[in-house]
């Protein structure tokens, strides 16, 4: 048994041992490991030799002695891993990803900035090639940051006020606009708004679009049937119940998040309403065809939306340089039965 042999019980295998096992010097081993071209020979006796001795190449030493330093990888901040919004905006970032042979590492924020924060800076830190980020809004600062160290940064599902940061959203406001136009044109006049936290830039702007289509339809707004910086199921079921609750109750309700819509949904069913109020909520759900009535929803392109940002990203890193971009991208309505509830009749 060789010396590297006896070394390697001890300790993992480096290339040197590589090298001595396959008698070669450890410039050949490193052409063969990295994919250069060498003969069919020294091929074989570098791989035989590696996969006796469980050597694993170290990629970050390697990245480092690249002349461009690329580690050949890139980091996903979401709001949360766990939404369905997000784990599809994360498949699709990752098939992007391989598609170039970069690994994708991600985390969640759950919308709080010092969990972004240190989310930056780790994926930073780890010297990814650049950055796709949900961002809570409150960070616009460390965005900047991590993109004038030299990291490109794409802002995904929300705008930034960080400069020279490339942006996918889609079109929030004429998405909510024009559901408030089908539930109008279905006799509702009474409709409900139920709004994420108020910080973050997609429920503003959904909210924004709530308001002008009551406008564009010449209905008025009721202070009474809004219910805004809703957090997760529980909140809007409560918010829900309370509306429901109301000497003048709603007859239709537009929700401005998946998870508002699910506990929406949820105090309609408590009271078996789920066939007399309407329903639309912003982006789909797992499962909402399912349901009788099916949940009606205005959808976004996950796919199309995490191959833009990818695309932005990855003209980056090839060299683009330039202004800013922002693409806006369309959404569409899926009814399923619950948004196309007529108003009762006895209302």
């Known amino acids: 048994m060789s010396s590297a042999q006896n070394d390697t019980g001890r300790r993992a295998a480096t290339i040197r041992d590589v090298a001595t096992m396959a008698g070669v010097g450890i410039a050949t081993v490193s052409r063969v490991i990295n994919g250069k071209p060498v003969t069919p ?3 074989e006796r570098v791989t035989r030799a590696a996969e006796q001795l469980g050597y694993r190449q170290d990629l970050t030493a390697s990245s480092l002695r690249r002349a461009d330093r690329r580690t050949h990888t890139l980091g996903l901040v979401l709001e949360d891993a766990a939404n369905p919004f997000s784990a599809a905006l994360h498949r699709a970032v990752e098939d992007a990803a391989a598609a170039r042979g970069m690994l994708l590492l991600a985390g969640s ?9 240190g989310l930056l800076k780790t994926f930073t830190a780890r010297r990814v090639d650049g950055l796709i980020v949900v961002p809570t809004g409150q960070n616009d ?15 995904v599902d929300r705008r930034t006020t960080a400069p020279q940061v490339d942006t996918v959203t889609v079109d929030n406001r004429e998405g909510v ?97 789920q066939r007399r109020v309407a329903l639309v909520g912003f982006d789909d759900l797992p499962l909402a065809d399912l349901l009788e009535p099916g949940i009606s929803v205005i959808a976004q392109d996950h796919s199309a939306i995490g191959r833009e940002a990818a695309n932005l990203l990855f003209d980056r890193l090839d060299g683009e340089g330039g202004a800013a971009r922002h693409r806006v991208l369309p959404t569409g309505y899926l009814a399923r039965g619950s948004g196309e509830l007529p108003a009762p009749e006895d209302v």
């Open 177 to 273: 606009r024009a559901a408030v136009k089908r539930l109008h044109e279905a006799g509702h006049r009474r409709i409900a708004f139920l709004g994420d936290l108020r910080s973050i830039w997609t429920a503003e702007e959904r909210y924004a679009g709530f308001v002008e289509g009551l406008a564009a339809v010449g209905c008025v707004l009721h202070p009474s049937l809004v219910r805004r910086g809703l957090h997760g199921t529980e909140a809007a079921q409560e918010a829900t119940r309370e509306l429901l609750a109301l000497a003048h109750a709603p007859t239709a309700l537009v929700s401005g998040q998946n998870l508002l819509t699910i506990g929406a949904r949820m105090a309609l069913q408590e009271r078996q309403l």
């Open 141 to 155: 600062t460390d965005l900047d940051a991590a993109r004038r160290a030299g990291t490109p940064v794409v802002c």
């Open 109 to 117: 924020t759950d919308e709080d900035p010092v969990r972004e924060r």
């Open 41 to 43: 020979d020294l091929a």
